[in-house]
């Protein structure tokens, strides 16, 4: 098991083992309390807000941005009105986005609605073919799902799969994330133990590849501590919140 | 000025003292995260995040051996290649193979204290490799040709202008201060090498063992970018940073976050558990993890366990006095300055006396040990290795006759007062400045004005004035 030069686990191990059995005293004063039990609340619950107008709120104190609609016809709308918002400096015509499946998003009539606007959704297979990825790294906007999103600290959970690429929330300078109301949990404790529960908590790991916790857009504050915002990933993140449990 | 991080230790603080700029840039950095981190653990339980946190580090480090290689079985069953390093020079050369079976010419790099440790930058350089730091701040220092001088804010230590005229100078920027204007800069240059880049580098702020997964944070996503775009993702960790659980990774996730720059979280948290699945858009090929030792387990040995508790936040250096007036260059060359960068940089090293002078390079003061999240006793540390490094015959011979002499003294009044007497008169002859300092003592006291002054000894002693104001005090209660 293990590569490196020959033995370097058994003697790194072998070390550590050692040192462990033969000290009385492993730290200058143990705190003496046993691996905590989850949940380990450190935020605060939102409290007389609702899990919305919290998640809203906090997106916003980020620099986010969030709407709220009712119905799936709405989302479409929504999301075209954005788009034209964010992409008004560009010469008209069609406009492509970097998307996720529309299978992955959840809006019904998603695709003929946007296409009614002259804006189409680009879903890459495979980014790694280079003049599929120039051709994603050229577009402004990116349309994302979510796994779960969190009320108390306004953060969304993106999870890699089929259909759902990490690009499409990484690269553009503008983020939109649809995030059905079914999927937003008070606190990120609150969404890891109904995974423990459901005993889906490992399968999700391994099959995402790389799950990613997002909160607000991209920032640095690396020059004199000044907030500079799309240092890397996205610039603007713009949530919709809709209701999919009618 | 730049400060040379292999000059002698005094060298290095004079330079760090004379350099105006430097304090401005390190006051205005300092007190601004010392705030933020005030507000947002006010507006916590503090008290049992930090026992929470505590408590899993301790246990992570009473389990160790056990959770690596429970860690490692699951890293190869998510299909990830596992790697052991005892030593840095093991650790590079690792790296530098993974690159070479892969033909890798760019390699992209997400900040990692674990990396700029064992100097992996010159190692793939030295091979042909060309790298890239992609973390904003990183990237400047990259560019300046300087190694970071604070463990979360590595340019730290230069004002937006200093930056601003490095930009113009290699990257041909138009001239301006406006830190957003430099951001875009960076970011335009930084994107085209995030997507030519053949590897992906990354460090690792949390393991955990069981699901195996490797998490790191970033507030940039340059970290997302590394780990997503390439084709080869090589994670390096230091094999403190196991946790038991995925609980365990958030936890300590809040407790940096809050204690190093104040935000509630990070923006970005990615945990990576393995390549690119099959039917994924993109994702990296190949994953490698290389478990480094290089020093750890000698710290155990040592019996210093407590700094392997460390999550380097940063806390304790924002917090310091000592570390606000010098900044991270003059600890010497080292990826750790401030308190644990004392504690931990004797510790690493081979021979712990060629950062001797580290553990005394503090007052003492204990708000280090305040703003800890995992409630490291830095100050005992220091004090701890302070001792043991004179044990080791690292301090001046005349200091062990000097403390003799002066408990032969003090043990006999009549030999202390004849003494200060003596003294007394000294100081009256000695050089010294318009409020009356003593600026200049024969050596070996000269060690002291060289970068201090004395007080002149006063004109009467403490026992002279105490024998008057007893007889004052009789006097008067005898009118009374």
């Known amino acids: ?246 | 000025m730049n400060i040379d991080v292999s000059a002698p230790y005094q060298t290095r603080v004079k330079q760090a003292l004379a350099d105006d700029n430097l304090r401005t840039a390190l006051d205005r950095a300092t007190s601004r995260l010392s705030e933020t981190r005030a507000q947002a653990v006010a507006a916590i339980d503090l008290q049992r995040m930090r026992d929470e946190a505590r408590a899993i580090k301790e246990h992570a480090i009473k389990n160790l051996p056990d959770l690596l290689e429970e860690l490692e079985r699951n890293l190869i069953a998510n299909g990830c290649q596992v790697h052991w390093a005892q030593t840095a020079d093991e650790a590079n050369e690792i790296v530098t193979d993974i690159a070479r079976q892969r033909d890798v010419r760019r390699t992209v790099k997400s900040k990692s204290m674990a990396t700029e440790e064992i100097h992996l930058n010159r190692a793939l350089e030295d091979a042909g490799i060309k790298v890239v730091e992609t973390d904003l701040g990183e990237y400047i220092i990259q560019l300046a040709g300087e190694p970071p001088s604070h463990i979360t804010a590595p340019v730290i230590h230069k004002r937006a202008e200093d930056i601003s005229e490095l930009f113009q100078r290699e990257l041909g920027m138009r001239p301006t201060n406006d830190p957003a204007e430099m951001c875009a800069a960076a970011r335009e240059q930084l994107r085209s090498e995030f997507l030519a880049a053949d590897m992906g580098i990354s460090g690792c702020n949390f393991a955990i063992a069981e699901t195996g997964t490797i998490c790191i944070i970033t507030n940039e996503g340059n970290g997302r970018m590394a780990t997503s775009m390439p084709p080869v993702y090589v994670a390096v960790m230091g094999i403190e940073k196991v946790v038991p659980r995925v609980e365990d990774a958030f936890l300590l996730w809040q407790a940096v976050t809050r204690s190093g720059t104040g935000q509630d979280v990070t923006v970005y948290f990615s945990m990576s558990s393995g390549p690119r699945r099959s039917g994924h858009p993109d994702g990296p090929e190949e994953m490698h993890v290389v478990l480094v030792d290089s020093g750890r387990s000698r710290i155990m040995e040592r019996e210093y366990a407590d700094a392997l508790l460390c999550l380097r936040c940063g806390a304790c250096l924002n917090s310091c006095p000592v570390y606000r007036e010098i900044g991270g260059h003059a600890y010497g060359n080292t990826a750790y300055s401030g308190p644990i960068g004392a504690v931990v940089t004797p510790l690493l090293a081979e021979d712990p006396t060629t950062a001797k002078e580290l553990p005394f390079a503090s007052s003492l003061c204990g708000v280090c040990r305040e703003v800890c999240p995992v409630k490291i006793d830095l100050p005992r540390l220091l004090l701890d290795l302070r001792h043991d490094l004179t044990q080791l015959g690292s301090s001046p011979k005349y200091e062990g006759a000097a403390i003799r002499a002066y408990s032969n003294t003090v043990e006999k009044p009549a030999r202390y007062n004849r003494l200060s007497k003596l003294a007394r008169w000294f100081s009256r002859i000695l050089p010294a400045n318009t409020e009356g300092d003593l600026t200049k003592l024969p050596p070996p006291l000269s060690a002291w004005t060289r970068s201090r002054v004395l007080p002149r000894i006063a004109s009467r002693s403490f026992r002279a004035l105490w024998r008057d104001g007893r007889d004052t005090r009789r006097g008067s209660s005898d009118n009374g």
């Open chain 1, 1 to 246: 098991m293990g590569n490196g030069p020959a033995g370097a686990r058994e003697q790194i191990l072998g070390r550590l083992r050692e040192s462990l059995a033969k000290q009385g005293r492993l730290f200058r004063q143990s705190i003496g309390l046993d691996l905590p039990d989850p949940p380990m609340t450190v935020f605060p619950s939102p409290a007389d807000k609702s899990l919305v107008e919290s998640f809203a709120t906090k997106l916003v104190e980020l620099s986010g941005s969030c709407d709220v609609v009712r119905a799936g016809a709405d989302v479409a709308e929504r999301l075209m009105q954005r788009i034209r918002e964010w992409t008004a400096q560009s010469p008209s015509g069609p406009i492509e986005i970097l998307s996720w499946a529309p299978d992955e998003l959840h809006v019904p009539r998603l695709e003929q609605t946007l296409a009614e606007g002259d804006i189409s959704l680009f879903a890459p297979e495979d980014l790694h073919d280079q003049s599929i990825r120039a051709r994603a790294a050229s577009i402004d906007v990116g349309i994302t799902g979510i796994e779960a999103a969190f009320a108390n600290t306004g953060s969304i959970v993106l999870s890699p799969g089929a259909g759902r690429s990490r690009a499409a929330g990484l690269l553009p300078l503008n983020h939109l994330v649809l995030v059905p109301l079914s999927r937003l949990y008070p606190t990120f404790e609150a969404w890891l133990l109904k995974l423990r529960q459901e005993g889906r908590l490992e399968t999700l790991l391994h099959e995402s590849g790389q799950l990613a916790v997002v909160t607000g857009p991209s920032k640095s504050a690396d020059i004199e501590l000044t907030l500079t915002l799309g240092v890397h990933g996205p610039k603007t993140i713009h949530a919709i919140v809709f209701d999919d449990t009618e």
